[in-house]
């Protein structure tokens, strides 16, 4: 069982200060076993292990993290990463209607993410939507969404099983067209397994109204087959999207891994639920811990690095107290800090709220690896003097530390006024606020 082979991991490599090519095999094999669990087809896990022991070599253990726990690190993130992007949202920069044509075999749940894709794009867009079937086969398809748009409270556009899809889909476009409908979502049949029929049907609606949006509809419990099917349909249809449906089940979400790979296109949404309201915003992270289904080592891993922040946190709680002051060196160790734990967003969560808000303000959320790094740069282009007495720093010395850092003096500028920003914060709380402050990074 997973639990036991991870203590297994971490009995092997404890101890061990550096990732070595033997433990990361090791941990690596432990890994791959836990994919395939998760119904990670075989082809994606064998490059994701390659992709992942490449990154892995050479990375120092940070902190109180055993190598072990290193490695497991090193893959939720690569994991994470993989999975794509977070919360990308339907595209409508069409002309009016924007089309949002749904693919997928029968039973992957296209109809009822067409009716919560109407609930959601009707109520977070105020947008208005237009739903049509064109399932002609599935009986009672039609009336199923029908139905749908009902309860959730969007237009119907009527079609019946004696007509074609194709001709089906011109009449409702044309409809959407004449009454100004911002959206029209349209469902399309499937059947049980690919066939040429199908595929013939999907290109012919897909080229009839050349669709904004192409959702490839994937039904998470379809484990190993996912790959075969999200294969079929890119190459069919250039798929803009992925719905990973039925994530309320017991699959362990492996497909959205495969299907991430294969199809190369984000996964926006995923099913949650049969309900119309059970649709959420796609998280690689959760995806991420889901997959690898290492929870326990996850939070293990997490605490870690907290107590890694802590660690940092007193040592410069002590330096504010001794009346040192807090110098261009500690917001660099800072900034460090902060990508050791995974960018902004991961050590916001660390951080108490005074300080995240702040920080918040000066780093826009979506700062990312770059934004730091730039920082850093600038900040390794200053001598040790100015590090320590930034108010040094004038004009011509602006000049050099931007010549230096290969960035703007406005950027030099922004970081000294960041830096002043965190200073005073830093110095309100050595005035009596260390005890909250501490208080706040163990929250
Ligand atoms: P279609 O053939 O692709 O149109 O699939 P349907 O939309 O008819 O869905 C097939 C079945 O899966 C129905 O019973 C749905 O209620 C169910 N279903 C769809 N999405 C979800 C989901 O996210 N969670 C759960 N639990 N059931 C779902
Ligand atoms: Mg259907």
């Known amino acids: 069982n997973l639990t036991g082979r991870l203590s297994t991991i971490m009995k092997t490599l404890r101890g061990e200060a550096r990732l070595t090519e ?15 669990e998760a119904d990670v087809a ?13 990154r892995a070599m050479g990375q120092e253990v940070i902190g109180s993290l055993s190598p072990g726990q290193a ?7 690569e994991l994470t990463r993989l999975m794509g992007e977070a919360n990308v949202d339907l595209n409508f920069a069409s002309q009016p209607p924007a089309i949002v044509l749904m693919a997928g075999l029968q039973g992957a749940g296209k109809t009822t993410t067409v009716g919560k894709l109407a609930k959601y794009v009707r109520e977070q867009h105020k ?22 748009a009902e309860q959730v409270g969007v237009e119907w556009f009527p079609s019946s099983d004696q007509d074609e899809p194709v001709a089906i889909a011109r009449a409702a476009l044309e409809h959407a067209r004449r009454h100004l409908f911002d959206v029209l979502l349209v469902d ?3 059947r049980l397994a690919i066939d040429e029929a199908m595929m013939q049907e999907i290109k012919a609606l897909h080229a009839a109204l050349n669709p904004i949006e192409t959702l490839f509809v994937v039904d998470a419990m379809q484990g190993q087959d996912a790959v075969n099917t999200a294969r079929a349909f890119s190459e069919a249809l250039p798929l803009t999207g992925v719905v990973l449906t039925k994530l309320d089940g017991d699959a362990r979400g492996g497909a959205a891994l495969s299907v991430r790979q294969i199809t190369g296109k984000p996964i926006k949404f ?20 889901r997959v690898l289904g290492m929870g326990d080592v996850l939070s293990l891993i997490e605490e870690a690095q907290k107590s890694v922040d802590q660690e940092e946190a007193k040592k410069m709680m002590a330096k504010v107290k001794s009346g040192k002051g807090f110098d261009l060196e500690d917001f660099k160790m800072q900034i460090v800090q902060m990508r050791k734990m995974g960018g902004i967003s991961g050590l916001m969560d660390k951080l108490p709220a005074q300080l995240t808000g702040q920080l918040g303000g000066q780093l826009p959320a979506g700062a990312d690896e770059k934004a730091i790094n730039r920082i850093e740069g600038i900040i390794n282009s200053m001598t040790r003097q ?4 930034p108010e040094l720093i004038k004009a011509s010395r602006k000049r050099r530390i931007a010549a230096g850092a290969g960035v703007s003096v406005q950027e030099v500028n922004r ?27 163990k929250g």
């Open 71 to 77: 490695v497991i690190g090193v893959v939720h993130q």
């Open 127 to 148: 947008k208005k939507v237009l739903v049509v079937s064109c399932d002609v086969y599935r009986p009672a398809a039609i009336e199923q969404l029908r139905l749908l």
């Open 22 to 36: 033997s433990n990361i095999s090791d941990a690596m094999r432990e890994v791959r076993m836990a994919l395939l």
């Open 42 to 54: 075989l082809p994606v896990v064998k490059t994701f292990i390659a992709q992942v022991k490449e």
């Open 386 to 389: 100015e590090r320590s007495k």
């Open 188 to 190: 399309t049949a499937g």
């Open 415 to 441: 970081l000294l006024n960041q830096f002043e920003t965190t200073q005073k914060m830093m110095k309100q709380f050595s005035k009596g606020g260390i005890g909250k402050l501490m208080r706040g990074m």
């Open 270 to 289: 995923v099913g949650v639920a049969e309900k119309v309201g059970g649709l959420e915003p796609f998280h690689p992270e959760r995806m991420a811990s």
